[in-house]
């Protein structure tokens, strides 16, 4: 595992409550732009890595975090922080089949790739803010299978772990074509 030290901060409760007066895209500006003063020590964290059986991805998470209960069909995982059971991390696959493909592209919902994990794949991270909760999701695609992992927290707790799911997205991996 590669060593990397990023900054995170919480946002004061003053942009917070600002932030959610205005549109969510002003808003994830804000909270993104909010994340730069505390330290992650990546060394300080003791990982785990979770490898799936049936598509063969794994990432990392940190070593206290609990697991849920996995899907019969092993699909994926979650887990979730010791002190706060609202946040969570999972990463799950699935078999995207070929109509899917093409009723993706014909209504435009293809995005370009913004992002690139440390295994070199290039793949669509998105953070999405609701009145509640925030998630940051990885979309990797690769032949016909699509593999994501997100990691997800209640708004005011969201810029305290930007930063941590940042590093666990970047070290998501799936199998070489």
Request: contains cysteine; aromatic residues 12%.
């Given at each position: ?29 804000i909270i993104v732009w909010g994340c730069t003063a505390t330290d992650l020590n990546v060394e ?38 010791p002190q706060n059971n609202s946040v969570e991390i999972r990463g799950w696959a699935s078999h ?55 990691g997800r927290s209640n708004n005011k707790e969201f810029p305290n772990y930007y930063r941590l ?13």
């Amino acid at each position: 595992m590669t060593t990397a030290k990023v900054k995170t901060s919480c946002l004061t409760q003053k942009i917070y409550r600002l932030g959610f007066g205005l549109s969510p895209a002003i808003a994830l500006l804000i909270i993104v732009w909010g994340c730069t003063a505390t330290d992650l020590n990546v060394e300080a964290i003791t990982w785990t890595t979770y490898s799936n059986s049936r598509y063969g991805f794994e990432f990392p998470y940190p070593s206290n975090w609990t697991s849920l209960a996995a899907p019969e069909n092993d699909d994926g995982i979650g887990f979730i922080a010791p002190q706060n059971n609202s946040v969570e991390i999972r990463g799950w696959a699935s078999h995207q089949l070929p109509n899917s493909m093409i009723k993706d592209r014909e209504s435009g919902k293809n995005i370009k790739p913004n992002f690139q994990t440390a295994q070199g794949i290039s793949g669509v991270l998105v953070v999405e803010v609701d009145r509640q909760a925030t998630s940051m999701t990885l979309t990797l695609t690769q032949n016909q299978v699509k593999y994501h992992w997100q990691g997800r927290s209640n708004n005011k707790e969201f810029p305290n772990y930007y930063r941590l799911f940042y590093y666990i997205a970047q070290q998501y991996r799936i199998p070489k074509s």
